[in-house]
T-cell receptor, first 115, second 112 residues
Framework: AQTVTQSQPEMSVQEAETVTLSCTYDTSESDYYLFWYKQPPSRQMILVIRQEAYKQQNATENRFSVNFQKAAKSFSLKISDSQLGDAAMYFCALPPNSGNTPLVFGKGTRLSVIA | DGGITQSPKYLFRKEGQNVTLSCEQN?????MYWYRQDPGQGLRLIYY???????QKGDIAEGYSVSREKKESFPLTVTSAQKNPTAFYLC???????????FGDGTRLSIL
């Protein structure tokens, strides 16, 4: 079975600083996607960034980037120039091995941003 | 604009009562999902549907039921058999199981 592990239940960062949230996973697939979702206090789930495993280049979306290490099965999210609005729960997610079951989510990391 | 609409935003259930949470999408997505989220916790899958008139149990299906009579709609019924229904419920959809899921704004269910 596929697993997604987020080992940091809580993190904090000073405003304008950089923070990295970790995610490791296990899959037997060679081609797959990985996702990071953000859930702010409003509890809306927002897709932050997507990485395709066959692409060697790390995905970037404005201040959000990933450090994808396929061999190590690691998919960390880096937030640069942190802003108060980045405070949220962040979930890492992985599609399943077979095509007919939903994403597997990690348990989440709660990020606090200190002014 | 395309999206997912969940209603109501807040719902209260009396003991022994069944309640139904609505989820409608106009994204033309084939797959739809229901998740439960308890305070400070991650998402747990209740039910999912890959196609109309078909659905599968997730990790915590006991005490819940669903239907998928139309592509756009995937209502969730919380039955009286669900003894601890107080939680935040999220509905999502995607083009197929491996693609990013789009989420609704959620329904908060509480016991009276």
């Amino acid at each position: 079975a596929q697993t997604v592990t987020q080992s940091q239940p809580e993190m904090s960062v000073q405003e304008a600083e950089t923070v990295t949230l970790s995610c490791t996973y296990d899959t037997s697939e060679s081609d797959y996607y990985l996702f990071w979702y953000k859930q702010p206090p409003s509890r809306q789930m927002i897709l932050v960034i997507r990485q395709e495993a066959y692409k060697q280049q790390n995905a970037t979306e404005n201040r959000f980037s990933v450090n994808f290490q396929k061999a190590a099965k690691s998919f960390s999210l880096k937030i640069s120039d942190s802003q108060l609005g980045d405070a949220a729960m962040y979930f890492c997610a992985l599609p399943p091995n077979s095509g007919n079951t939903p994403l597997v989510f990690g348990k989440g990391t709660r990020l606090s941003v200190i002014a | 604009d395309g999206g997912i609409t969940q209603s109501p935003k807040y719902l209260f259930r009396k003991e022994g009562q069944n309640v139904t949470l609505s989820c409608e999408q106009n994204l033309n997505h084939d797959a739809m999902y229901w998740y439960r989220q308890d305070p400070g916790q991650g998402l747990r899958l209740i039910y999912y549907s890959q196609i109309v008139n078909d659905f599968q149990k997730g990790d915590i299906a006991e005490g819940y039921s669903v239907s998928r009579e139309k592509k756009e709609s995937f209502p969730l019924t919380v039955t009286s058999a669900q003894k601890n229904p107080t939680a935040f419920y999220l509905c999502a959809s995607s083009t197929d199981a491996g693609q990013p899921q789009h989420f609704g704004d959620g329904t908060r269910l509480s016991i009276l």
